[in-house]
């Protein structure tokens, strides 16, 4: 599997567990830790989550998967990123910091490897920059990023004194939501900021679709692992997939050493067009 090297030099790896919909009901409570547990041993180190996934559920359901495995001798805590997400309505001065002091408690670290804006809201910009910045210079968070900003939002925080201490953007892509290879991740290459692929089996959708599958068959994969084998192929793109059964955590973890060919490249442009036109950001 590759690793994708952050500006600043932290190299993260390109394959990371999603969390969203996870710590939503009681009920599923140790089936959810056993599942990051298992997630741990397969080999995933890094970890997607937010303080909106179950109302802070999703990280409780985090920190005591993996202060399980640290209490275990499974995983030491510096090998892990976990990421994490700070609701715009939060985005204030102050809210970064008192939301971000929750997150940590919920998640039993003293450090969020990366902390991201979920989406933009109606805080100003620079606000949440400058408690970004602060949290950063405490040693709080260890880097942090954007979700679900395209071209003009990145122009305009670039042009603010440390907006482009922005290391990642977090967006959906995917075989099926292509529309950020037009402009958006050329405009990050060039900056080197990472973009992190949300949503790249398609929430599920994904897995049944006869293209992907018909690839699959040749190769004994399937097509959720075409679609993710497709989302990775790409050097500098890290991808999130939510999986909690065994065999999808699994399944996905193998995906990451599948290299596909060109004629199954050219096979999936087929199926799904690469944009030829600016179109919206996708969003969930
Ligand atoms: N920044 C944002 O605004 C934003 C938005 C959406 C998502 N995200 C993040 O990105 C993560 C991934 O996105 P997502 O959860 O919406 O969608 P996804 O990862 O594309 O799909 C997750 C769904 O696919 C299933 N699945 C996983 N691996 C599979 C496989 N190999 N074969 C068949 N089905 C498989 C999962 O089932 P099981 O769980 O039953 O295994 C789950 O139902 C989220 O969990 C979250 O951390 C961020």
Redesign the pocket.
């Known amino acids: 599997m590759n690793d994708v090297t952050l500006r600043g030099g932290r190299r993260v790896p390109s394959l990371g567990l ?4 996870i710590g939503e009901r009681a009920g599923q409570r140790s089936q959810e830790v056993a599942a990051i547990r298992r997630a741990v041993q397969i080999g995933y180190r890094l970890f ?3 303080e909106m ?1 179950g109302d802070g559920g999703a990280e409780e359901v985090l920190g005591q998967g993996l202060g399980d495995c640290i209490a275990a001798g499974e995983v030491r805590c510096e090998d892990l990123l976990v990421v994490s ?1 700070v609701l715009p309505g939060n985005a204030s001065r102050r809210g970064v910091a008192q939301a971000c002091a929750r997150s940590l408690e919920r998640l039993r670290v003293e450090r969020i490897d990366l902390y ?1 804006l ?2 933009r809201g109606a805080v100003p910009l620079d606000e949440t920059v400058e408690a970004m910045e602060r949290l950063s210079a405490e040693g709080v968070i260890g880097a942090w990023g954007v ?2 900003f395209d071209v003009a939002d990145m122009e305009e925080l670039w042009a603010l004194a440390a907006g482009s201490a922005c290391v990642a953007n ?1 967006v ?1 892509y ?1 075989v099926a939501e292509r529309g950020i290879e037009f402009d958006l991740l050329p405009w990050e290459r060039q900056r080197q900021v990472a973009a992190m692929a ?7 959708a994904l ?1 049944a679709h006869r293209t992907l599958a018909r690839l699959g068959e040749a190769r004994d994969l ?1 097509a ?2 075409i679609a993710l084998a497709w989302v990775l192929r790409q050097p500098d793109v890290i991808a ?6 065994d065999a ?2 699994r ?2 973890w193998a995906a990451a050493n599948v290299t596909l060919s060109k004629a199954e490249l050219a096979a999936i442009d087929a199926a799904f067009p690469p944009p030829r036109r600016k179109r919206a950001l996708a ?2």
């Not at 999603?18 to 919909?21: E, F």
């Not at 949300?198 to 599920?204: D, K, L, S």
């Open positions: 999603g969390t969203w919909r997607d989550t937010a996934y997400k991201l979920h989406w979700s679900n977090q959906y995917s949300y949503c790249p089996i398609g929430q599920g897995a399937t959720a692992q999130i997939p939510k999986a909690l059964s999808h955590q399944e996905n969003m969930t």
